[in-house]
């Protein structure tokens, strides 16, 4: 059984759906022609009301004056006697029309009669006269019905003993507030149909630009946007996003959003690409190693089986060529776990770092590998401290270092610098080598961008070096930027120099000198 209050609810729910149909241009229609016709309204009715009470003051004031100008008696001689009301309206001139007289003496009947205008003077009926003498006089003056007459109002007056009742009709009273009604009316009606029409055409033009809005929203949600090459070239009309005006901005910021995601898009599609790409180099960097260590190992277990002479030899350098490609290997999966673990908040212990000694051991260890360049170190005498992860910086350090060895050609000058400006501590790498190549200088700090397309182990590599380098950076709240031309190369390590105080549970300076090729960890391959 339904209860009453769920009756009412399910009515209230199919209201508001109804009203929901309703379009934006509908409702404001409505309720600005429903405001406006309310308004006007009462306006009506208030002013149809004050010239209605105006107008029945005044018939009551000259209802008042006629009467105080009547001739009541008649004298003969020493005889005075009452005229009837039939009499005195005969008597009296300036009458208006529909003047009525009641008139009470005590010693006679009571009359009662009213003028007709060019009818003369004419007796009221039975009726007509009940109905003015059963009136209260206290409540005078009045409004009172008179028979078939219509409306009258009616005034009291009292001469002696003698008493009596003058009205006037309100006939005119009424037909003036008639037409000023009809009139208002008409004027209300044609008013609020030019002021629909006008609301229309202003909220049309005014909606135009959102109706755009939600037609470009539409076009672009059709769009497959899943999968594949995409680029969103639906865009609000210049001309409708105006920033001075709120819908116009609102098509301003649909652009805005629109162009966001149509570069988020295209970087996902170009990840994408490069994803791909990266899996072909790294099938290729595990497959050759797979292949090396699947071949030695059963060259040497042939040979063990087949008792070949020299088998201890043969055995011991296939060991050897195992362990090199299970440690090129390790270190492939190893830069992918940092980038990963990098990327959690994870792998970062902080302590005191000397940048000026980190860089001196640095360029001592890029010395000893790449002889067949220059290398130069501008640092001072004091030292420039950072927190950081020793371990991190150093290998970010190796690892800017072999870049320059590994892609510029032999005879190439790498100057590496340290100082402070405006408490940031900038280590920097310079080379006057050939610079880098300007299709990938946009995306060197990507992840799988690779400067050299090749997979020769001297040049090409699978692209995470610089990336690991800059995620390492970024952990720390530093910066590590590039600026390349042909002859000249810089790279720019930017962290907060002269930290408070360590981080608690830091390792010790001895804890942060091990040789940068031991930190590098495989990074003559990060390009």
Known sequence: MTSASDGAGAHGRTDRRARKRWTLQTRLMLTVVGVVALTLISSAVGLATTIGTVLVSTVTTNAESLTRGLKLFDSSGYVVRVRSAEETIAGTTGLPYGYTLLVQDPRGPITGATFDGDEGVRSLTSAELNDLASTDLSALPATIEIGDLGAFRVVSFKAGDITGLGALPLAQVDGTVAIVV???????????????????????????????????????????????????????????????????RVGAALNTLLDHVDASLIARQRNEERMRSFVADASHELRTPLASIRGYSELSLRAMRQGVPGVEETTTAALERIQAQSLRMTRLVEDLLLLARLDEGQELVYGTVDLTALAVDAVADARAAGQDHEWRLDVGDDPVIVAADATRITQVVANLLANA???????????????????????????????????????????????????????????????????????????LTVQSEPGSTTFELRLTARPAAPAAGAPSDADISPTATEQAGGTEDSL
Do not use: C, M, N
């Open 182 to 248: 009809t009139t208002i009316t008409i004027v209300t009606v044609g008013g609020l149909l030019l002021l629909s029409a006008a609301i229309a055409v202003v909220i049309q033009r005014s909606l135009r630009p959102l109706r755009v809005v939600a037609d470009t929203a539409t076009r672009v949600a059709s769009l497959p946007l899943a999968q594949g090459a995409v680029s969103i070239t639906e865009r609000v009309p210049a001309e409708e996003t105006d920033d001075h005006d709120e819908i116009g």
């Open 405 to 479: 060895r590994v892609h510029t050609p032999a005879g190439t000058t790498v100057t590496t610098s340290v100082r402070v400006a405006d408490g940031t501590a900038i280590l920097s790498v310079h080379d006057d080598g050939p610079g880098i190549d300007p299709a990938v200088a946009d995306e060197i700090f990507e992840r799988f961008s690779r400067g050299d397309r090749s997979r020769a182990r001297q040049t090409g590599g699978t692209g995470l070096g610089l990336s690991i380098a800059r995620a390492i950076v970024a952990a720390h709240g530093g910066s």
